[in-house]
């Protein structure tokens, strides 16, 4: 398998940036999730699962290491009073913490098979920067396991031309100068039905058939056990 797309999100559940090369640690890509929205008035991170508007902003890194925020209509801020403006609620752009030590808390759906949540739970996010697992903080998926859907509806920030991804569980690879330990496949939630810029319509049958056909399963975490640079191009080396 080869490197087909890598994919950074600065802030967590906002559309991202495509990159050539990467810089990967045990935190996972420079920059990726390192920012994420919070209700000022129930102190809960913020994603696409409870607020789907969200995936219509997108974010990048300026050249001094900051974010900035892109709203649908253009507008570049990182101005809290202008983020809840466009949301409609009282938001704060908050970075994540270099210690770690504090875990944020979201909510998500009590039943994920649900097209249309009414119920939803307080769920514990990982500590530092905003990954769901605290553990593995890279996520890589094929394109054969891909098929006909849209990469964007998961996220990855690994994009792999190929297949067998997802056979590699427990074993470590080499990737550029990085080495990889794959483990467990990503529960998939609502989030990947909710509509995207790009012309990526709803589609409640894609966490159906996910649910149907795969367990709730789709694309892996990689443990990163060694440091380095990826760049597309870079094949994935079983070790």
């Known amino acids: 398998m080869?490197?087909?797309?890598l994919w950074r999100y600065p802030v967590k559940s906002l559309q991202g940036e495509r990159l050539s090369e990467a810089t990967i640690d045990a935190l996972g890509i420079a920059g990726d999730r390192r920012w994420a929205l919070f209700d000022r008035d129930?102190?809960?991170?913020?994603?696409?699962?409870?607020?789907?508007?969200?995936?219509?902003?997108?974010?990048?890194?300026?050249?001094?290491?900051?974010?900035?925020?892109?709203?649908?209509?253009?507008?570049?801020t990182?101005?809290?009073e202008v983020l809840s403006g466009w949301l409609g609620r009282r938001v704060e752009l908050r970075a994540a913490t270099q210690q770690g030590d504090v875990a944020p808390t979201y909510e998500t759906p009590a039943d994920e098979e649900v097209p249309d949540p009414?119920?939803?739970?307080?769920?514990?996010?990982?500590?530092?920067?905003?990954?769901d697992s605290p553990r593995i903080r890279l996520s890589l998926?094929?394109?054969?396991?891909?098929?006909?859907?849209?990469?964007r509806r998961f996220r990855a920030n690994v994009v792999l031309d190929g297949e067998g991804e997802e056979r590699l569980q427990g074993q470590e690879a080499e990737l550029g100068t990085v080495r990889?330990?794959?483990g467990v496949p990503i529960a998939r939630c609502v989030m990947t039905t909710r509509p995207q810029p790009g012309g990526i319509a709803r589609d409640t049958s894609v966490l159906k058939t996910i649910h149907r056909e795969r367990d709730g399963l789709l694309a892996v975490r990689a443990a990163v056990l060694r440091a380095g640079t990826v760049r597309t191009g870079d094949v994935l080396v079983p070790a």
Not at 54 to 76: C, H, K, Q, Y
Not at 118 to 131: C, D, I, K, R, V
Not at 141 to 151: A, Q
């Open 118 to 131: 009414t119920e939803w739970l307080p769920w514990e996010g990982a500590p530092g920067p905003f990954h």
């Open 141 to 151: 998926v094929s394109t054969g396991t891909l098929g006909t859907w849209d990469r």
């Open 42 to 76: 129930t102190g809960l991170g913020l994603t696409a699962r409870r607020v789907p508007g969200l995936l219509f902003g997108s974010a990048r890194i300026r050249a001094d290491g900051g974010v900035e925020v892109v709203l649908p209509d253009g507008t570049v």
């Open 180 to 182: 990889l330990r794959f």
């Open 78 to 80: 990182t101005d809290d």
């Open 2 to 5: 080869r490197v087909l797309e």
